[in-house]
């Protein structure tokens, strides 16, 4: 009887691969599968949106003709840049309030709305639900229904703003809080200080800096979101840009146009200021 060879080799049974390799293949077949639901996805959408760029190619006459009507813009003072001045500072107005008036109560909505200063898991969730409430429904909707409740003008602009900014600023102050460390509202939970006395000795001392350049992000986006609004008769230019497309007067449309281009551009500015200012 002869004794068994030491130091013999292992072969692998052929069915079997090394762990390693296992998992290696089973996150390729998982971003191949990925990647093919996202091509069917695309598919989906091209089919159902009617995407066709042959179709701006073979529209390129028209156009042109519309841009050559566009230039030179006009330039009359009283016709045209006078009205389009005052109707841009209306529209900067429009932004201003309504993200300003809607920080009481994004702000109550958000503490309310954030898991680590809300008072009762009821009240987070309702918190959470009416600043989705706020979020999912447009702000061009919100105008179309202020529009026929007072009539058209900048107020139900204004009105719309509000409630869009309450929903999305609401959100991102909430989360904002829910990352901040727990630390120093434990220790004032611990010392006897009640809901109200940890939020505000605790908590938003430490979001003041996110919260000041979410403010200036949201307003940035609620001038442009403003323009829009005129449109559907919330004033400021976007109303007199629609006026000009609607009466064929595409010259004044783009001196309008132009007009909110530098408007963009100074508010643009003026935010990066503040943030850096108070990066500083």
């Given at each position: 009887m002869s004794a068994p060879?030491?130091?013999?080799?292992?072969?692998?049974?052929?069915?079997?691969?090394?762990?390693?390799?296992?998992?290696?293949?089973?996150?390729?077949?998982?971003?191949?599968?990925l990647a093919a639901v996202v091509v069917w996805l695309h598919i989906l959408a091209i089919q159902g949106t009617g995407f066709?760029?042959?179709?701006?190619?073979?529209?390129?006459k028209g156009m042109a003709d519309f841009l050559a009507q566009s230039f030179p813009p006009d330039?009359?003072?009283?016709k045209t840049i006078?009205?389009?001045?005052?109707?841009?500072?209306?529209?900067?107005?429009i932004g201003l309030l309504g993200t300003t008036f809607s920080v009481p109560t994004a702000l109550l909505l958000a503490v309310f709305g954030a898991r680590t200063t809300s008072p009762a898991g009821w009240t987070y969730q309702l918190a959470r639900a009416i600043l989705s409430f706020f979020r999912a429904v447009p702000d061009i909707v919100f105008a179309l229904i202020f529009v026929t409740a007072v009539g058209l003008g900048p107020f139900p602009g204004v009105l719309a703003l509000i409630c869009h900014?309450?929903?999305?600023m609401g959100k991102l102050w909430a989360e904002a809080m829910e990352e901040t460390d727990g630390g120093p509202q434990e220790a004032l939970r611990s010392a006897g200080a009640n809901r109200l006395q940890q939020?505000?000795?605790?908590?938003?001392?430490?979001?003041?800096?996110?919260?000041?350049g979410l403010l200036?992000?949201?307003?940035?986006?609620?001038?442009?979101?403003?323009?829009?609004?005129?449109?559907?008769?919330?004033?400021?230019?976007?109303?007199?840009?629609?006026?000009?497309?609607?009466?064929?007067?595409?010259?004044a449309m783009l001196t309008h146009i132009l007009i909110v281009l530098v408007l963009i551009i100074v508010v643009d500015q003026l935010s990066a200021f503040v943030r850096r200012r108070l990066a500083a």
């Open positions: 060879t030491t130091g013999a080799s292992v072969t692998p049974r052929p069915d079997t691969a090394p762990r390693p390799v296992r998992r290696s293949r089973r996150r390729w077949f998982g971003w191949a599968a066709e760029p042959q179709l701006l190619v073979d529209g390129w330039l009359n003072w009283d006078k009205p389009g001045l005052d109707a841009t500072l209306i529209t900067l107005w900014n309450t929903g999305v939020v505000a000795n605790a908590t938003l001392p430490m979001v003041v800096p996110q919260f000041v200036l992000y949201r307003f940035d986006v609620n001038v442009r979101s403003s323009l829009v609004l005129g449109l559907v008769g919330a004033g400021g230019i976007g109303l007199l840009i629609n006026q000009s497309i609607k009466t064929f007067r595409f010259d």
